[in-house]
Structures are given as C-alpha cells and as structure tokens.
DNA sequence: GCCGTGACTACAT
DNA sequence: GATGTAGCCACGG
C-alpha cells in the first residue's frame, strides 16, 4: 500500500457534509507535514468519480483553486449540495471539520 | 540518487 | 486581510 493509495483511503471516509484540510488527511494517512503530496495523491487518483476530493479543503477553510475556475465552481457547488454552508469563499472549520472516532481509523487504514 | 514540483502550512510583516 | 518566506515531503523524470 503506497502512501498516495493511503491518501486516498482517507479521503474516501470523510463522510458527507464534512470538510477536511490537506494537513489533515496526511496526518491521518500517516504522512505529517506531508500535506502539498495530497494533492498530487487526488489528482492521480484512478477513480475520481468515486472519490470526494471537493471535501479536501486548505487549512484556512478555503478552496485551494483559483477563484472562479471550473474546478473552484464545482467543489464549491458539491459542498454546497451537501449542506457545507460557504461564505466568502469560505467554509466554518469550527462546524464542518470532520472529526473521525479512532475506530473508523483503526479499522479502515491498514498501516 | 539528485532535482523540480505542488489543489499546503505556519509564522511574520 | 493581504503578501512574503521558509519549511515540508512523496513522486516522477
């Protein structure tokens, strides 16, 4: 299991309606301080229909795309369905952060 | 094995 | 806030 299949494992249990930064998801894939390979690990994705990447969001709550691209308008139209409130371009961390019980770790990430 | 790269982050202006 | 800067690290060439 290469750590960009981790990567993408993890990203794969963020539930619906959460948000999680990149710090995050290499944090949990194993990888601290490994954030920027995140985004290289969704991108190389092999099914990206299946994977959630418009969950993924920088630390600041912020989409990571230039404002106004096609890509930016479809994370932010995806979170919005789910029910992920944006303003400003941003979304409340303090209320949409996704906050994963050590059990759904343990027993989804093979280490 | 070295080097450039990036959908990042934390900290300082 | 809006920049700038300096770390960061797995991957591909």
Redesign the pocket.
């Known amino acids: 299991m290469?750590?960009?299949?981790r990567i993408q494992l993890v990203t794969r249990l963020i539930p619906a309606g959460c948000v999680a930064?990149?710090?995050?998801i290499?944090d949990l894939a194993g990888?601290?301080?490994?954030?920027?390979?995140?985004?290289?690990?969704?991108?190389?994705d092999k099914d990206?229909e299946t994977l959630p990447?418009?969950r993924?969001?920088?630390?600041?709550g912020r989409?990571?795309?230039p404002k106004d691209s096609a890509?930016y308008r479809l994370?932010m139209e995806r979170l919005r369905v789910e029910g992920v409130i944006i303003n400003?371009g941003?979304v409340d961390l303090r209320q949409f952060r996704w906050q994963p019980d050590m059990a759904t770790l343990t027993l989804s990430i093979p280490f």
């Open positions: 290469t750590s960009n299949e930064s990149y710090g995050q290499a990888l601290p301080n490994a954030a920027r390979q995140v985004s290289k690990a969704l991108k190389a990206p990447w418009h993924v969001i920088n630390a600041q989409i990571s795309f890509p994370q400003n941003k």
